[in-house]
């Protein structure tokens, strides 16, 4: 017998009267924004979740020893592993339900990494779940680096970005090469749900949860989850950051359904890259008079990737018709 | 908070107490320390929603209350994002100990 959930009203008010899955005591940095994306993606459902972590600062700081701040059932196996081991969860759950040797209740399975556990290390066992078409969500928290271990680059990093493998120095002026963007390459897997998110944006966060938890198979989740260490800002501005990533299409906020792209907030007035740039350390040489270029190049890139997405939105709004 | 030892811990790395961080105290963390002035709060949660340490009690009826200073590490997010009234905000930093 599988057992009804009933959907959770996206209200402040009535959020806030609710329980937290993710609880405070964590060790987490203070103002990071992991644990900010984990608690909007655990509090947007009613259904009961499992999950995986893939290691990173998350899994580190929110499970030692004794301690959890997990409400949940939660699993960590190993670095490259979290989807691995969720669709292990996930297929083990389906034959006990078959078998009759446990009541369908509607339980969900998502993995947790961070963009070195994701976009790197983790890649080929999240590729290989989205393959196999397993029922379960992978969310990302893209800060941009391997922050855990102090700040290396990852394939997430940005360009320009001084990490302490691409040192903005006398032989190179920081990260040379662009950014990956994974979501577009989990969406080209022909999964049915890929979407891009912002905590700035919760609300926006919370329905594309929703809408994914609603989907039968495959779900992928990037949200930009900003990192007061590594990107040299200050311990107050996760939120205002992620919103001007937002605001300056650095990080759009998009969905991929069954291939169809819809882009779910457009910023009233897009901002130039710098008021992004600006506040954070890590860019800091980009502002020298001879690194200008870098400015450039990193402006043309975003507005490429808009266009981009603009066109392909066009298209697919023709299409539908 | 009582330290275990390898005797009384469970077999297989788990953790059989969900939530059990909450007996960690993280307050001890906070150099800067928020301050909530009632009258020019809106109730409107966003620095319930913001707050990376969930360090913001709610009442019963789904009420914004009193910062819980066990566990809020002083990173400012809510003051930041604290719209407040009348250009008036609801939260403000101060220097821990003064």
Known sequence: ?????QPKELK???????EDRFVHGHRMCAGCGAPIVVKQV???TNYPIIAS???????VSSCIQQFTAWKIPWIHSAFENAAATISGVEAMYKSLVKQGKLD???VKFVAFGGDGGTYDIGFQSLSGAMERGHDMMYVCYDNGAYMNTGIQRS????????TTTCPAGDAIPGKLQQRKDLTRIMAAHGIPYAAQASPSNWLDLMKK????????GPKFLNVISPCNRGWRSKTDDAIALSRLAVETCYWPLYEVENGALKITVKPKEKKPLTEFLKPQGRFKHMFAPENEWMLKQAQEYVDAQWEHLLKEEAFWTEAKK | MSKKFWETLPQGSVVLEAGSSAKFKTGGWRSMRPKWIEENCIQCMFCWMYCPDMSIKVTAEGKRAEFDYDYCKGCGICALECPGKKGKKAIVMEEEGK
Not at chain 1, 12 to 18: D, R
């Open chain 1, 1 to 5: 017998m599988t057992t009804t959930v």
């Open chain 1, 12 to 18: 402040l008010k009535e959020l806030a009267k609710g």
């Open chain 1, 42 to 44: 655990l509090m947007a």
């Open chain 1, 53 to 59: 972590n893939a290691t990173g600062c998350l899994e």
């Open chain 1, 104 to 106: 369908d209740r509607n």
């Open chain 1, 155 to 162: 394939s997430a990093t940005p360009f320009g970005a001084n």
């Open chain 1, 209 to 216: 949860v929703q809408k994914a938890f609603e989907i039968k």
